[in-house]
Every structure is written in structure tokens, then in C-alpha cells.
């Protein structure tokens, strides 16, 4: 009798711990906006930071929306490498994020051309691309290109991404390669939509390049930025591809490691002074504008299973995809949680009480961050375990 009290006892303990343990805290719910139905769950349980000033920030210029347009990666990017500039003791600028837009729409239907038609074409592209650009381009300031023609407050590429694709769909089909002729076409179209870019410009009463303020005033040190991703599918420690869409040049540059040094790396950055450019996927449940917060709700995945496995199975069935870029600005740490500051170009950053920001909690940036890019200092430890 005793020992079946006894077992009686142990499976009592044993469900009273199991339901403790797994007991599921974020309930699915169902809201409306705009006439559409999404899922999402009861948010005023999540313990979070209530402001701006919770965090210890980095120099950032003022979050500005990239409005209807697919060029988060370079909003994410130049505001990363503005804050960098001041960093470097560089000054503070506020560069042009159009000019490099520009040069990015022009590369990829050179591209599609020189590859017959095999090379992909949207609005979309990676961090690294703005480094390639300015290599090749230079920078200007805001003030000396906007990408707004006369009378326009907004971007909208919607149009200019449509014609320019019907154009290159069109050489395709009738197998017409004229490479210069076909680059100058697509600058005509781009002129129509953004107006031209400068071929000089004005600072502080002397007239230059867009090349010569890169080198001469600027002095970004762009061979110093590096990318990260976090995969499986190739080795730890070697360098290898993103292999998403938006990655169109098959990129090989990314140094791939394991997630924990990648989320450390980012973690230890942030926390030493360093800003972070960082991209991912953003459509999530936990995600959410009028919160500004991104988590990852336990009905997900639990917290203590997001790990290396979880995280490439979500890569691998494309429920993590390369949707947004965005740049970390500051850090805190609160209710045991790493909570990161987002500055956010995207229309949802906009939706809640703090304008152009999210806070991410650890948990979110584990599981469905992709990719990030640093200063090579802030992870020299890291790049040592590396054979170039």
C-alpha cells in the first residue's frame, strides 16, 4: 500500500512539474486591421522597457520612413554606416540613401544582362551591396540627392521597379544583349522617377565627385565591414553564400558561425560601443508595431528550444526568410532578457508610441535573425578562428 502511495505521489509531482514547466503562457488571438484578420496573442503579459531612455544608446541619426519601396537594406545600411562615421570621429552626416538605390538598379540590370536574363531583379538586395556601391560610386549627402522629384514628400518605386522589370523581361524575349544601349535605357527610366544623380557636388565651397567626398571627406573605411550568418548547410568558420533571393550577385562573403558566438558577436559589439546592422525575418506573430516589441511567443517555439536546430529547420522550410533590414542602436537588459534598440525604416515601426523603433528581446533576434554586419574590431576574437 505504501508503495503504490509512493507512485501515486511520484506521478503526482511528475504532471504538477510538467505543467509548471510547459505550461503555455502566450494564448493565439485574432485582431483586425484595416479590414484584415491577423494572428497575434495578448502582448500587456510581456515584461518589456517602457522607453527610450531605458536603453543605452549610439549615435544615430533620426529615424526616416523608406515608404513604398523595398530598400530597407540600404535605410539599414546607410544609417549604420552614418553612426559609423561619427564613431570614427568622422563628423556627423546624413548621407543619401537614393544615390546608392540608383547605382543598385543599375548594377542589377547589368547583371542580368551580361548573365542572359538568369540573374534575379527587385527592389530587394543585402548590406553589402551599399559597400560594393560606394566603392564603385562614392556618396552624397541627402541634401545633394533625395531621389524626389519636384512636388513629392514620399518614395514610391512601385512603377519604377515594374518598368524597368518589363524592359529587361523584354530584352530577354527577344534576345537583345547591347549592353550599353540597354544601361542607358534603364538610366532614362530611372532619371524619370528619381531624377539624375550628381556627378558633382558642393562642400563647404569646394566642388567634387561623389568619389573624391568618399575619399577625401569621409574616409569610410569600407573594406572594414564584415557580414556574418549562422547555417548549417556549409561549414563553421568558412566563408560561403546567403543564399537568399535578395543576396542577386551570389555574394560568397559572409563568414559563417555557429549561433551562439553569431548572437554573442552581436551582443558583445553593442555592448562595447559598436552599432550593428542586422536583417531577418520579420513575419512573425511575436512581431508587432503598435507594441513595438518583437518576441518569439512560447505557442512558437519555447524559449529554452531555440537553439541552432530550431533555428535552421525555420531557414530550410522558408518560414525564416530574408524580409527586413534594420540597425541596432542601443542595448538593455531587463526581466532577464537582452533587449536590443531597432531603428526601423519600415512603415510597422511607425505604428506604435515610439516613432521608427522596436525593441527586439533576445529571443527574436536568436531565432529569426539572419545576418548582420560590424565593424571588423568589434569581432577581431572572432574572425581569428578563421583560415584566410
Request: glycine fraction near 6%.
Amino acid at each position: 500500500m505504501k508503495r503504490y502511495l509512493k507512485s501515486i505521489i511520484v506521478i503526482v509531482i511528475i504532471g504538477l512539474w510538467s505543467s509548471l514547466c510547459f505550461a503555455q503562457k502566450d494564448k493565439v488571438i485574432y485582431k483586425e486591421k484595416r479590414g484584415r484578420k491577423y494572428l497575434t496573442f495578448d502582448f500587456s503579459q510581456i515584461k518589456r522597457p517602457s522607453s527610450l531612455d531605458e536603453f543605452t544608446k549610439y549615435f544615430h541619426n533620426p529615424p526616416i520612413r523608406q515608404d513604398t519601396t523595398g530598400t530597407c537594406w540600404c535605410f539599414s545600411t546607410t544609417s549604420f554606416l552614418e553612426s559609423e562615421l561619427k564613431r570614427l570621429g568622422r563628423g556627423e552626416y546624413k548621407l543619401s540613401e537614393m544615390y546608392t538605390v540608383y547605382w543598385e538598379y543599375v548594377e542589377k540590370a547589368r547583371r542580368f544582362i551580361r548573365e542572359r536574363g538568369n540573374s534575379y531583379f527587385s527592389q530587394g538586395s543585402e548590406h553589402n551591396a551599399v559597400i560594393e556601391r560606394m566603392k564603385k560610386y562614392g556618396a552624397v549627402r541627402e541634401q545633394d540627392y533625395t531621389g524626389l522629384l519636384p512636388g513629392r514628400t514620399g518614395h514610391n518605386h512601385s512603377r519604377l521597379a515594374r518598368e524597368i522589370k518589363s524592359y529587361l523581361n523584354y530584352i530577354k524575349k527577344n534576345n537583345y544583349w547591347d549592353e550599353d544601349k540597354a544601361i542607358s535605357y534603364v538610366k532614362s527610366i530611372l532619371n524619370k522617377y528619381l531624377g539624375k544623380p550628381p556627378e558633382k557636388i558642393n562642400v563647404d565651397g569646394k566642388e567634387m565627385t561623389p568619389e573624391e567626398f568618399l575619399k577625401d571627406v569621409l574616409h569610410l573605411p569600407l573594406d572594414d565591414y564584415v557580414s556574418f550568418i549562422s547555417t548549417k548547410s556549409i561549414p563553421f568558420y568558412t566563408k560561403g553564400e546567403y543564399k537568399v533571393p535578395d543576396n542577386w550577385w551570389h555574394s560568397k562573403d559572409y563568414y559563417n558561425v555557429p549561433l551562439d558566438e553569431f548572437y554573442n558577436a552581436i551582443l558583445k559589439a553593442i555592448k562595447s560601443g559598436y552599432t550593428v546592422n542586422i536583417g531577418g525575418d520579420i513575419s512573425e506573430p511575436g512581431k508587432n508595431g503598435d507594441e513595438d516589441i518583437a518576441i518569439i511567443p512560447d505557442f512558437d517555439v519555447p524559449q529554452k528550444y531555440i537553439n541552432q536546430d530550431s533555428r535552421e529547420f525555420r531557414f530550410y522550410n522558408k518560414t525564416s526568410t530574408d524580409d527586413h533590414a534594420i540597425h541596432i542602436v542601443g542595448y538593455t537588459r531587463y526581466d532577464n532578457h537582452d533587449w536590443f534598440l531597432i531603428k526601423d525604416s519600415g512603415r510597422s515601426a511607425y505604428a506604435g508610441k515610439f516613432k521608427g523603433y522596436y525593441f527586439y528581446r533576445d529571443d527574436f533576434v536568436k531565432l529569426k535573425m539572419l545576418t548582420f554586419m560590424v565593424h571588423r574590431d568589434a569581432v577581431k576574437d572572432l574572425l581569428k578562428k578563421f583560415n584566410e
